[in-house]
């Protein structure tokens, strides 16, 4: 892997985003008064993410660590109460949670729910005086997207999208490869996002909640797709969307979705998710050479290969929440922008949108 160090990484990472910012950067900057050494994260939704990775991730950051809880299952309480330390006061349930505001040890709220409650509690949270760290897929519209932006924009607290994968130093080095141009344009790019899932009554398989594969693994894909390209996509020209298994995701819900995405210059890119098999790569067909990603977004680390090397900085998870995590957290005590703000996941939302739109019209669909 070519060397990268992390002032560049951070240059790579944010110099697409930046100019997007709808906040300044003394919006995000602490009080001085309140100046603290590590902030206090609460975490909102107690499932699999939180209890698996992120609660375990906060055992290694080094500039925040778990504070409180907010969970609407009264039975989890004394087990994270024990395992984590956290005591009475920080912990909270989804109809006390606006009296947050009034606890000066939680600095950021973590939301970590189904994504059509993400909106609701990114609001909240704002409305609460609280930084805000958001799960993907951001929300389930764009409508709900922008809300969310503009209730942190008015509330003057930083708002960060918890794409894990954007922290980590093999994702950045691809992504330096592309933007400098080390192998020429861009010319075509494929990428594949997916895993068998076998539950049958998850938040995944519930339109109302934000289900369907386009929301879950489906970002994943997008998300290799834009990275790898260094571009915005501006238009969905066809997509598909299918299920081998109605009986689990019915009424048209996606299983399976591909779709062929247009890019400036008529560069295309093509990604398929999957909630019935395992797959994850991603590859960028450059003018004098291909970048190959496998896998490109999994928890255990990244890895891949260019005619300028390998690309492999070898990791174990939850390394990428670590980094994810203490990233955000630095650039609030700093008063500078989330690397990752709300816009980007507004980004991908859109062509979700229109990924959905081109899916049931047959139709090529603008961004």
Not at 11 to 34: E, R, V, Y
Not at 167 to 187: A, F, Q
């Amino acid at each position: 892997m070519i060397p990268i160090t992390r002032r560049e990484s951070l240059k790579t990472l944010t110099a697409g985003t930046s100019l997007s910012l709808i906040s300044p950067f003394s919006l995000f900057a602490m009080d001085k008064k309140q100046k603290k050494d590590k902030l206090g994260i609460a975490l909102v939704g107690l499932g699999y993410y939180s209890t698996d990775l992120l609660a375990p991730a906060l055992q290694k950051t080094e500039n925040c660590y778990l504070a409180g809880i907010v969970t609407g299952s009264p039975d989890k309480i004394p087990v994270w109460q024990e395992k984590h330390d956290i005591p009475a006061e920080n912990v909270y349930n989804y109809e006390n949670f606006d009296s947050i505001a009034d606890n000066p040890a939680i600095d950021v709220v973590y939301v970590v729910l189904p994504p059509s409650m993400h909106k609701e509690y990114v609001i909240r949270a704002a409305k609460a005086g609280k930084h805000v760290w958001c799960e993907k897929p951001m929300a389930v519209t764009a409508e709900d997207c922008q809300a969310m932006i503009d209730a942190c924009k008015a509330a003057g607290v930083s708002l960060s999208i918890g794409y894990r994968c954007q922290h980590e130093p093999n994702t950045r080095e691809y992504m330096r490869i592309v933007k400098e141009g080390l192998l020429g344009e861009v010319k075509s790019l494929d990428c594949a996002a997916g895993y068998r899932e076998n539950r049958t009554d998850h938040w995944k398989q519930k339109r109302e909640m934000g289900g369907g594969v386009i929301y879950d693994m489906g970002v994943y894909a997008i998300q290799g797709a834009r990275l790898g390209s260094n571009m915005e996509p501006i238009a969905v020209n066809s997509a598909k969307i299918w299920t081998e298994r109605p009986e689990i995701y019915k009424d048209g819900l996606g299983e399976i979705v591909e779709a062929e995405l247009e890019f400036p210059g008529g560069i295309i890119g093509r990604i398929k998710t999957s909630f019935a098999e395992n797959t994850n790569y991603l590859t960028i067909v450059c003018e004098n050479g291909t970048i190959e990603m496998e896998p490109f977004s999994a928890y255990a680390g990244n890895k891949g290969k260019s005619p300028l090397g390998e690309i492999n900085f070898p990791f174990q998870q939850p390394m990428e929440q670590v980094w994810q995590m203490d990233e955000d957290a630095k650039a609030i005590m700093e008063g500078k922008p989330a690397s990752v703000p709300g816009e980007e996941g507004l980004r991908d939302i859109r062509v979700v949108e229109a990924i959905l739109k081109s899916g049931d019209t047959g139709k090529r669909v603008e961004i």
